[in-house]
């Protein structure tokens, strides 16, 4: 993921079919707005129950942004995913990546199933707390019904 034009780097891939054009190009408009967006669709042969968006950011980028503005952005463009072409729900599936010196990366993944716009901004609200270095190597899914936060998976 490189930055370009001073904008952190964010790499996105939405399943071609899940969403209508437009739909999948305002959230790669929004998303470009605060992001150097590199946009891979992706193929999927057989219907899924949720539709899927695969959203990657490296760990360094997030750290040197206030949250509150990570939170914003994210939400923003990751919004109008909520309406999928043939599903209720969407599946967020993001990966934080931490580049490490000597080659080889260590990562987050998180995930989040919504179709509730509340439940995706209290989920990004919260977001940047997953951009830790004694996050790596751990998974976490968001919560929305009972503790509304990203919990650990298998915890």
Do not use: C
């Not at 899924?48 to 040197?64: F, K």
Request: negative net charge; glycine residues 6%.
């Amino acid at each position: 993921m490189s930055e370009s034009n001073d904008k952190p780097g964010l790499h996105l891939s939405v399943t071609i079919g899940d969403f209508d054009e437009e739909v999948h190009q305002e959230a790669v408009k929004r998303l470009n707005e605060h992001f150097s967006v590199v946009d891979n669709p992706a193929y999927e042969l057989a219907e899924a129950e949720v539709a899927h968006a695969v959203i990657a950011l490296v760990m360094a980028t997030l750290q040197a942004i206030p949250a509150e503005l990570i939170s914003s952005w994210l939400y923003d463009g990751l919004r109008p995913l909520l309406r999928s072409r043939q599903t209720q729900q969407t599946f967020y599936e993001f990966q934080i990546y931490e580049h490490q010196l000597y080659g080889g990366t260590r990562s987050v993944h998180a995930s989040l199933v919504t179709d509730d716009e509340k439940v995706l901004k209290k989920a990004m609200a919260d977001f940047k707390e997953l951009a830790q270095p004694g996050q790596l190597g751990r998974e976490f899914e968001f919560d929305p019904e009972t503790t509304q936060k990203w919990n650990e998976r298998g915890s």
